[in-house]
């Protein structure tokens, strides 16, 4: 006996990125006053780590293998992340950029992205994003000294 699964596009993985990528594209064009996440790091090598982990969670964000409904619930806790992370990038261009700032720049996003792949009952994006938010992490921690 063979199970057959079809996997299909998902949606909500792609649109959860690009609302964490819009403050980062305006970010690019638009420097901060104070601007710390300009500078350049010395961690080439985790840097290279994970931005192939981000590919590949949000390619496996973007793949769902069932038909699943889940609570609007869920996905309202994801949004409040979202504004969270938005704040944060507000209060990046309005104050001087500190630890809780940087940090809340870093855990907000992955949040979503943890709590999105737990809601789709994504396995491989929920262990991709556990990566990911330990390499983000990981770069703020030895960017930043915090």
């Given at each position: 006996m063979s199970s057959s699964k079809t996997f299909s596009f998902d949606w909500r993985g792609l649109v959860l990125f690009l609302l964490i990528m819009i403050p980062n594209v305006i970010w690019f064009t638009c420097p901060a006053p104070d601007d710390v996440l300009r500078h350049t790091t010395d961690h080439k090598m985790l840097d290279s780590i994970m931005s192939v982990v981000q590919i590949a969670m949000v390619g496996s964000l973007c793949i769902s293998g069932k038909q699943k409904r889940n609570s609007w619930q869920q996905y309202t806790t994801i949004f409040l992340f979202v504004l969270?992370?938005?704040?944060?990038?507000?209060?990046?261009?309005?104050?001087?950029a500190n630890t809780m700032i940087l940090w809340g720049l870093t855990i907000f996003p992955c949040l979503a992205f943890l709590l999105l792949a737990r809601a789709e009952e994504n396995r491989p994006a929920l262990f991709l994003t556990i990566l990911f938010t330990i390499c983000h992490m990981a770069n703020t921690f030895l960017s930043f000294g915090i």
């Open positions: 969270l992370y938005y704040g944060c990038w507000i209060l990046y261009y309005l104050t001087a």
